[in-house]
T-cell receptor, first 114, second 114 residues
């Protein structure tokens, strides 16, 4: 069966510090991968998605970047965090093949920027 | 462009009563619709999806959803609510232009009162 991991679970960082959040998927190959941000426990905002190694699409311009160095690894980064980067970050995956496939979400990372 | 709307921020229902969480959609073409549930500080869990076929879709934990093309709705239902159903519920529609991307509604917080 497939599993998705995210770490760390929680993170408190000062403004201006760098960020690296990691997501890995097990039990599948060639997945689509996604990073979302959820503010204040409500709606999800798609930040990045990837259909393959080194292929990143950004949905909104922002202070963040994403990379996919391996097939089942997806990393969210920032060089200098802003207060507005605080939120709950969710990684998700879906099967590459298939038009109707649902996404499966990781447990999330709670980021607080002070 | 695809979008979904969840008109109710909050739904309260007594334990044992039927529950409905509303969702309406706007798509160009065939709609591919999804429901997810999120428990506090957790990732989203997939409940069910509508792709084609029967308008009544059955999913996890006793939930079902009714697809209504004329009303462009995809309401989530359960015949008898449990206290453990209290959570945040998201409706989503597939983005036909992206890599299996989903557009999420703003979420509805369901509270089941004992």
């Amino acid at each position: 069966s497939q599993t998705i991991h995210q770490w760390p679970a929680t993170l408190v960082q000062p403004v201006g510090s760098p960020l690296s959040l990691e997501c890995t998927v097990e039990g599948t190959s060639n997945p689509n991968l996604y990073w979302y941000r959820q503010a204040a426990g409500r709606g999800l905002q798609l930040l990045f998605y990837s259909v393959g190694i080194g292929q990143i699409s950004s949905e909104v311009p922002q202070n963040l970047s994403a990379s996919r160095p391996q097939d089942r690894q997806f990393i969210l980064s920032s060089k200098k965090l802003l207060l507005s980067d605080s939120g709950f970050y969710l990684c998700a995956w879906s099967q590459l093949a298939g038009f109707y496939n649902e996404q499966f979400f990781g447990p999330g990372t709670r980021l607080t920027v002070l | 462009a695809q979008s979904v709307a969840q008109p109710e921020d909050q739904v309260n229902v007594a334990e044992g009563n039927p529950l409905t969480v509303k969702c309406t959609y706007s798509v160009s073409g065939n709609p591919y619709l999804f429901w997810y549930v999120q428990y506090p500080n957790r990732g989203l869990q997939f409940l069910l999806k509508y792709i084609t076929g029967d308008n009544l879709v059955k999913g996890s934990y006793g939930f079902e959803a009714e697809f209504n093309k004329s009303q462009t709705s995809f309401h989530l239902k359960k015949p008898s609510a449990l206290v453990s159903d209290s959570a945040l519920y998201f409706c989503a529609v597939r983005d036909i232009t992206g890599a299996n991307n989903l557009f999420f509604g703003t979420g509805t917080r369901l509270t089941v009162i004992p």
